[in-house]
C-alpha cells in the first residue's frame, strides 16, 4: 500500500536535519518508478526505464513496491542499498509480512473495525475488504492486492519474491543511477549543511530546503509532531514532496536543489530544478489553465469545466499537478476548493532561468570566455 504516516506524540526533544539517507532516498525513487502514470517534472530517468522495462518486470515490481510497501519499507536509511538487502535477507519470513500487517492493523481510518487476522486473511476477497476498511478506494489497487494476497498467506513465497526482486531491480537499473546521482546529492546535502537551520522555525525550514510555500500541505501538521525532521535531497522527484513518518522522525524527500543564496553553484542541480520546474509548463492544457486562473484572479473546477471541453477528471488531475509543483495554491471558501495563481514560484522560476543563462553568460563574458 502507498505510505500513510501514524501520527506520534510530541516528544520534548526536536531536530531538524538534512541528510542523503541513501536506502530511504532509493527507496523513494523506486516508488516513483511503480506509479502508473507520469506526473510533469519527474525526472527523464524514471519515465525512460520505466518504458524500457518488460511488462512483466514492470508489473512485479509495482506488486513490491505498492503490495508490500510497509513490509520492505526501509527502517534504517542511513546504510547502503546493498546492506539493506542482506539485512532483509535475513529477516524471518513470518517477521517479515506481520511488520506489514501491524502496520495495516495500526492505520487508523474512520471507523475501521479491529483487525481479526482469520477473517481477514481467510480469502482474496476478505483481505481486500480490510484493506479498504483503512485506505481510501483510490489507494487500494484490486488487482495489486489480490496477487499480493497469495503471498501474504506464504510468507516463504513472498519473502523470495521481494528479495529476488529487489536484487533484481538494484543491480539491473538502481545501481548505476546511484553512483551517477550520489555527487550531485552530496553536494545539495553539504549547500544546505552550511546554513543555520536552527534558527528558523519548522514551518521556515521546510519552506527554505524545499524551496516551496507549502500551504496547506497536510503533511506540514506533522512538522511539531515529531521529535526530528529530516529533509531528503532526491534526484528523481522533481517539484513533489514525499514525507513518511517513521520511528518519531518526519522524513521528507524533495527535489534535490541548493539554497537560493548559495555562491557556489552546481550546474547540474540547478539544471534538474529548471527541468522540473519548466515540464509543469510545457504542456498546453496545463498553460491554458494557469492562463484562465491568472485572468480570474482564483478558480473553481467547475469553472474550468465550463470554460473548456475538458471533463471534471481530468480538470482535477491538471489541477493536481499544477498544485504539486507549486504554481498553483488551494484553499477551501464553503467547502470547495479554490485554485489561485502562486505568483511568487512563477517569478523564482523565471529568476532560476535568467540566472542559470544569463548570469552565466555574463560572468563567461567577464572572464573572456565568450567574446
Not at 521529535?227 to 534526484?235: D, G, L, M, Q, S
Not at 520511528?247 to 539554497?259: E, H, K, M, Y
Amino acid at each position: 500500500m502507498p505510505p500513510f504516516p501514524v501520527l506520534l506524540e510530541k516528544p520534548a526533544l526536536k531536530t531538524v536535519d538534512v541528510s542523503l539517507v541513501p536506502t530511504h532516498n532509493i527507496f523513494q525513487s523506486m516508488l516513483l518508478l511503480a506509479k502508473d502514470e507520469n506526473e510533469p517534472g519527474i525526472h527523464e530517468w524514471v519515465v525512460k526505464t520505466r518504458t524500457g522495462m518488460a511488462k512483466k518486470d514492470l508489473e512485479n515490481h509495482r506488486l513490491a513496491l505498492i503490495g508490500f510497501f510497509f513490509a520492505i519499507l526501509p527502517e534504517e536509511g542511513q546504510i547502503t542499498f546493498p546492506a539493506y538487502l542482506n539485512q532483509l535477507e535475513r529477516t524471518d519470513a513470518t517477521v517479515l509480512r506481520d511488520k506489514m500487517l501491524s502496520a495495516y492493523a495500526e492505520i487508523q481510518h474512520e471507523d475501521a473495525p479491529d483487525a481479526n487476522w482469520d477473517e481477514v486473511l481467510a480469502s482474496a476477497e476478505s483481505y481486500v475488504k480490510f484493506l479498504r476498511s483503512r485506505f481510501d478506494d483510490e489507494h487500494v489497487i484490486v488487482e495489486i492486492e489480490t496477487k499480493a494476497y497469495e503471498y501474504v498467506i506464504d510468507p516463504p513465497a513472498m519473502k523470495d519474491f521481494l528479495v529476488g526482486h529487489l536484487n533484481w531491480i538494484w543491480k539491473n537499473h538502481f545501481a548505476a543511477e546511484w553512483a551517477r546521482v550520489e555527487p550531485m546529492l552530496r553536494e545539495s546535502v553539504r549547500s544546505f549543511k552550511g546554513t543555520n537551520l536552527t534558527s528558523m522555525s519548522r514551518t521556515e525550514a521546510a519552506k527554505f530546503v524545499t524551496g516551496q510555500e507549502l500551504n496547506e500541505a497536510k503533511w506540514c501538521q506533522k512538522l511539531d509532531e515529531v521529535e526530528r525532521v529530516v529533509f531528503i535531497p532526491n534526484a528523481h522527484i522533481g517539484p513533489y514532496i514525499h514525507a513518511t513518518v517513521m520511528n518519531d522522525t518526519l522524513q521528507v524527500v524533495f527535489g534535490a536543489r541548493q539554497p537560493e543564496e548559495s555562491q557556489n553553484r552546481i550546474p547540474e542541480l540547478d539544471r534538474a530544478e529548471i527541468v522540473s520546474r519548466l515540464s509543469s509548463l510545457a504542456d498546453d492544457t496545463r498553460l491554458h489553465i494557469l492562463q484562465l486562473v491568472a485572468e480570474r484572479g482564483e478558480i473553481r473546477v467547475q469553472d474550468i469545466v465550463e470554460m473548456t471541453s475538458l471533463s471534471q477528471p481530468s480538470v482535477s488531475r491538471y489541477l493536481t499537478q499544477l498544485t504539486g509543483s507549486g504554481y498553483l495554491q488551494e484553499r477551501r471558501e464553503s467547502g470547495a476548493k479554490v485554485y489561485i495563481l502562486n505568483r511568487d514560484r512563477i517569478e523564482k522560476t523565471l529568476k532560476a532561468v535568467n540566472a542559470f543563462l544569463l548570469d552565466r553568460s555574463k560572468t563567461f563574458f567577464a572572464k573572456g570566455v565568450i567574446s
